[in-house]
């Protein structure tokens, strides 16, 4: 059995989360149940994490980092309804969709037979045209999770490749935290699942093909011309220069807050992380002993983190050190 150090997680609430001001405020149009299992996201054995025929699988071409823990991103596309494109960005889903995603951390990240702990999911729910935003936490049992939306902390125990035990403390977020993040024009939105970021080969029971021909297969996206929609590079791709990696890294990490458009604490720093704007547009040339600082010293992400990226501050660095 693995070590689950829970501690009293109900009672436990963040200070954190407390201090945080979103700016705008908490959208409210969405009844989130109690219970998690009352969605239906999940058959069988809830902990092996195996969705039921309404939950769609999404793979992100990158990925935000969160204190090592593994994730799994499904959809959920009310029947009769599609997802549209409006761009290479976040696409527009149709009114009830359900975007779910959860993390854990395997037992033993040698031996995958020992399972796995399953932290937490989080909801984003499109009702009357609001996302709502709602975080359930898993229990000990691991058969079912309960809704905290005021953000709650408790402690993770797991060991990795090399054999060596991690042990941290890990933080569920409030609603507020998530909509610090999850905003751009003072609107809540998604921030993975950008048709850039959905752009990417994947294995189905036909061989390998791309994501978003899968969707459009599955009748899960509308139809038109996939070869017209970029790419976001994956960080974790050493085959890529590290310029494609760095940006990629900063992009997908930092750029839902720094940008002209975003959370305006964070969008006042006047970076402007995204992957597609020119490095002199960025503020990087000019701010790169702050951004080293920042990631040395572990203080961003700002919200999400508890432990730092090595991998990825070593992405950066490296980028950083090629300008």
């Known amino acids: ?12 609430v963040s200070v954190t989360a407390c201090g945080v001001d979103p700016g705008i405020p908490v959208p409210n149009t969405v009844d989130f149940e109690a219970s998690l299992s009352a969605y239906n996201i999940y058959q069988g054995d809830a902990s092996s994490l195996t969705p039921t025929a309404d939950y769609q699988v999404l793979e992100l071409g990158s990925t935000l980092y969160s204190d090592y823990s593994k994730k799994q991103r499904l959809v959920y596309i009310p029947d009769g309804t599609q997802i549209t494109q409006i761009d290479n960005g976040i696409p527009q ?37 609001e996302w709502n935003v709602g975080t359930y936490v898993w229990n000990e049992e691991q058969t079912d999770a309960q809704l905290a939306l005021k953000g709650v902390d408790t402690t993770v125990s797991w ?6 035990e991690q042990t941290f403390d890990y933080h569920y977020p409030s609603q507020k935290e998530c909509v610090a993040c999850h ?9 993975g699942p950008s048709l850039r970021n959905l752009n990417i080969e994947i294995e189905t029971v036909d ?46 990490n930092c750029a839902h807050c ?23 547009e960025t503020n990087i040339l000019d701010k790169s002993d702050d951004i080293r600082r920042v990631f040395q010293d572990g203080e961003m992400p700002y919200l999400g983190t508890s432990v730092v990226h090595e991998e990825g501050w070593e992405i950066v660095r490296e980028y950083l050190d090629s300008l």
């Not at 932290?119 to 045209?129: A, N």
């Not at 940008?259 to 704007?277: D, G, I, L, V």
């Open 93 to 129: 889903f149709p009114e009830g969709t359900i975007l779910v995603k959860t993390f854990y951390f395997p037992v033993d990240a040698r031996d995958t037979s020992l399972g796995k702990q399953v932290m937490e999911t989080r909801l984003e729910i499109l009702g009357d045209g």
């Open 183 to 191: 905003q751009l024009n003072e609107v809540v939105t998604p921030i």
């Open 1 to 12: 059995m693995y070590r689950w150090i829970f501690q009293s997680v109900f009672c436990l």
């Open 258 to 280: 720094h940008q002209p458009n975003a959370w305006q604490e964070s969008s006042q720093k006047r970076f402007e992380f995204r992957y597609e704007t020119s490095l002199s």
């Open 207 to 252: 061989g390998t093909v791309s994501q978003l021909t899968a969707l459009q297969d599955n009748g899960l996206l509308t139809t038109f011309d996939v070869s017209t929609v970029s790419s976001l590079p994956d960080y974790h791709n050493e085959t890529l220069s590290i310029e494609e990696r760095g940006r990629a890294y900063l992009d997908m």
């Open 159 to 164: 060991v990795d490749s090399n054999g060596t």
